[in-house]
């Protein structure tokens, strides 16, 4: 480690979309993270279910995505005849990563993986939104106890910053209702709809783009953003919401007569994500609705997403920007491990409390 430089060795599990949208920044922008923020990242372990990689000595990123793009991981020097739970077990990293494809119902595998690098001291950076929807206060207590962070901004709107708006720089105010677009897919598939493509074709492209699921009947029937409507209102209101919590319609049910229908009436459909209080209770729903074409989530098209945030002393926050895509949200991992590093050190500037 050079004076004055942060060496965080990583350890990847899932190598799809996210995995290597992340690997993409780190083999065109590593150096710019060392030049402006001290900060030096090092891959030294990837699994997925089919593949596991691990190098102490580094594994380079470039040479990473052209392996698994080639099916030849199995060629590059750190091979391994390891599952994902092995390779956690062993490996020396600081930080997991964990973009595995999300299970929203069970939360699994990846909530396993994500209790195991914490109780090995590793800090833990997941784009996952099942262990987040359904075990946010259980993996933030088990992080705060092992004394290492748990960073899942990429777990809604991908990399566009919606949670740590909501939780760290709204902090202070009360947030009473989030509202918003917060899923690509769907959001892209009605946009290409109105423009006279038919559904099948649409959802093809989202896949092609990268934006929908591994399987994307969640996109579709809402599920996704059902997860992240129970993640906004657990991470942002302090609720204990589930997605089976969550009132749920996706846009299965849209045909492009119904499009049609609206854009003649200066309408748009849009899939929204509403969560409010309720009296002492919080409440959450997502259903597809006509929205006028003055109405402000109106404008927002393709895989763009938005979310208002109603908050006691500001009024409405809104934040647009994009939602899905392997960059985008490998981003989110990034902006994880810079805020990481900053705890880190500003921990290690705290005077010393008098006793
Ligand atoms: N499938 C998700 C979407 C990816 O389309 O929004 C980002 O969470």
Redesign the pocket.
């Known amino acids: 480690m050079t004076s004055g430089i942060s060496m965080y060795r990583l350890a990847l599990v899932g190598f799809g979309s996210v995995g290597r949208g992340f690997a993409e920044i780190l083999s065109l922008h590593r150096q710019r993270f060392v030049d402006r923020y001290g900060v030096d990242v090092q891959i030294v372990a990837a699994c997925t279910r089919r593949w596991c990689v691990y190098d102490p000595n580094g594994i380079d990123a470039a040479t990473l995505l052209r392996a698994a793009a080639s099916d030849a991981i199995g060629e590059l020097p750190g091979a391994r005849a390891w599952n994902t739970d092995q390779m956690i077990a062993q490996v020396d990293a600081d930080v997991l990563v964990e973009a595995s494809p999300t299970d929203m119902m069970t939360g699994e595998p990846a909530t396993t993986y994500i209790r195991a690098a914490i109780a090995r001291g590793m800090h833990v950076i997941t784009a996952n ?1 099942g262990p987040i929807a359904l075990y946010f206060a259980e993996l933030r207590r088990l992080a705060e106890e092992r004394g290492v962070t748990l960073g899942f901004e990429a777990t809604v709107m ?1 990399g566009t910053p919606a949670l740590r708006l909501g939780w760290s720089d709204l902090a202070g105010c009360d947030i009473q209702e989030v509202r918003g677009i917060v ?3 769907t959001n892209f598939i009605l946009t290409r709809m109105e423009r006279g493509m038919d559904y099948a074709s649409a959802l093809a492209e989202a896949q092609r783009l990268g ?3 591994t399987d994307p009947t969640g ?1 579709v029937e809402g599920h ?1 953003a059902a997860g992240k409507a129970a993640i906004l209102a657990n991470v942002l209101m302090d609720a204990r919401l589930t997605p089976a919590d969550v009132e749920c319609e996706g846009i299965t049910g849209i045909t492009r007569e119904m499009v049609a229908a609206a854009a003649a009436a200066g309408e748009r459909w849009k899939l929204i994500a509403r969560v409010w209080r309720d009296g002492p209770t919080v409440r959450a729903a997502v259903r597809p609705l006509r929205l006028m074409i003055a109405h402000p989530l109106s404008s927002v098209d393709g895989a763009t997403n938005a979310l208002a945030i109603t908050t006691d002393l500001l009024g409405d926050v809104t934040i647009i920007g994009p ?2 895509g392997g960059v985008a ?1 490998g981003f989110a991992i990034l902006s994880d491990l810079l805020a990481l590093h900053r705890v880190r050190r500003t921990e290690n500037q705290e005077p010393r409390t008098e006793n």
């Open positions: 939104k991908s899923n690509g897919t934006y929908a699921e996109d996704d939602g899905a949200t």
